[in-house]
Structures are given as C-alpha cells and as structure tokens.
C-alpha cells in the first residue's frame, strides 16, 4: 500500500530563515509521482510542484527548493528565506501511474512565519 | 481561468437531514475526487469518479453517496448526516492518461453537523 508521512505537525519561524518540510513515501510501484501543496487560510489548495520516479534531480523555484532522494523514499521541500506570506499548510502526496490518477496525502505540516 | 466550483463555502446543517455538496468543473476532467479534512488526518479520499455514472469507493465511503450524471459535476450527498461527519470537504479534478498529473482543487466546504 502506498503512504506518506510527514512527521512534522507544526513548524514555526522568524522571517526571513530558512525551513525544511520533511516527506517520506511507501510504495511497492516502480513508476510514480510525488507532489506538493500549499493550503493557505483561504482553504484551497494549490499546486506547487511534480516530480516522477524517474527524475531525481532537485528543483529550484526561486525561493522554493525541493530534494528528491529514491535512496531515502524522500521528497523535502525547503524555503529559502521564509516571508509571512508562506504560512500555510503543505501536504506532500504520492500518485500510482494509473489513469484514475488517485492521489495519497500525508497528513499536512503547517508552517507558521512570524514577522 | 480554469476552475473547480464548489456550491457552497459554509454550511450548516442538522443531524438526520440529507445534504448535497455540489462540485463543478470547467476543463472537461475525466476523473473527479471527493476528499475530507480532518485536523491531524490530512486528506482522506472518499469517493472519486473516472466518467459520468462511473464511480468507485475510497478510503471513507461509509455514510456517503456520489452522482456523476454529467462529465462536469460530481456530487457528494450524505445520506444522514452525523455530527461526525463535520469536516472540510474538498472536492478535485484531473484528466486522465498515463502518468500522473495532480489535481485542480476547489476552495472547500466547511461543513458543520449540529
């Protein structure tokens, strides 16, 4: 069966430190996705990143940064110089290659940037 | 822009009544997903969909029903609602095809049982 956990619940910051979300997966498949997304209190989620089995390399998105290990079934996600505006809660999830698409999540962590 | 619509943002409703939370989408998604979200429980699948009257149980169904009578819309109803279904409902799209393109998320309905 497939999982994700991401074992930080809370994480909270000063503006302007950098801060690294941790997400580790499970799967028996040999093909398949990962991804993150961003909640802000707004409530919608929003797309920030996918990766597949096949691409391990890390990824740069101005402030966003994000390690992909197949050693360590890990998918980290760093913030480069955090800003208020990040607070949010970031789910990492992971897909089977199938044509229904079904996504697994973890179970959230919320970050906190205080000014 | 290209968006998942859910009805409603707030709703409250009472133990027993039959609820309906709609969901439409606009870019013509094979499959569609209904999530909750719970509070140390992340996104837990419910029911999902791959085509009009097509559906097939995720991890939760119990107490739960969908209709999908048109490629756009997917509808979550609760049969009898219960104070333990009070939730963020979170309802998503993706098309279909090989690999795995993530979701379009709609913006969530809290829904409260009382």
């Known amino acids: 069966a497939q999982k994700v956990t991401q074992a930080q619940t809370e994480i909270s910051v000063v503006e302007k430190e950098d801060v690294t979300l941790d997400c580790v997966y499970e799967t028996r498949d040999t093909t398949y996705y990962l991804f993150w997304y961003k909640q802000p209190p707004s409530g919608e989620l929003v797309f920030l990143i996918r990766?597949?089995?096949?691409?391990?390399q890390n990824e740069i998105s101005g402030r966003y940064s994000w390690n992909f290990q197949k050693s360590t079934s890990s998918f980290n996600f760093t913030i480069t110089a955090s800003q208020v505006v990040d607070s949010a809660v970031y789910f990492c999830a992971l897909s089977e290659n199938t044509g229904f698409q079904k996504l697994v999540f973890g179970t959230g962590t919320r970050l906190l940037v205080s000014p | 822009d290209v968006k998942v619509t859910q009805s409603s943002r707030y709703l409250v409703k009472r133990t027993g009544e039959k609820v309906f939370l709609e969901c439409v989408q606009d870019m013509d998604h094979e499959n569609m997903f209904w999530y909750r979200q719970d509070p140390g429980l992340g996104l837990r699948l419910i029911y999902f969909s791959y085509d009009v009257k097509m559906k097939e149980k995720g991890d939760i169904p119990e107490g739960y029903s969908v209709s999908r009578e048109k490629k756009e819309r997917f509808s979550l109803i609760l049969e009898s609602a219960s104070t333990n279904q009070t939730s963020m409902y979170l309802c998503a799209s993706s098309p279909t095809g090989t690999g795995s393109y993530g979701y379009t998320f709609g913006s969530g309905t809290r829904l409260t049982v009382v």
């Open positions: 990766r597949n089995s096949f691409d391990e």
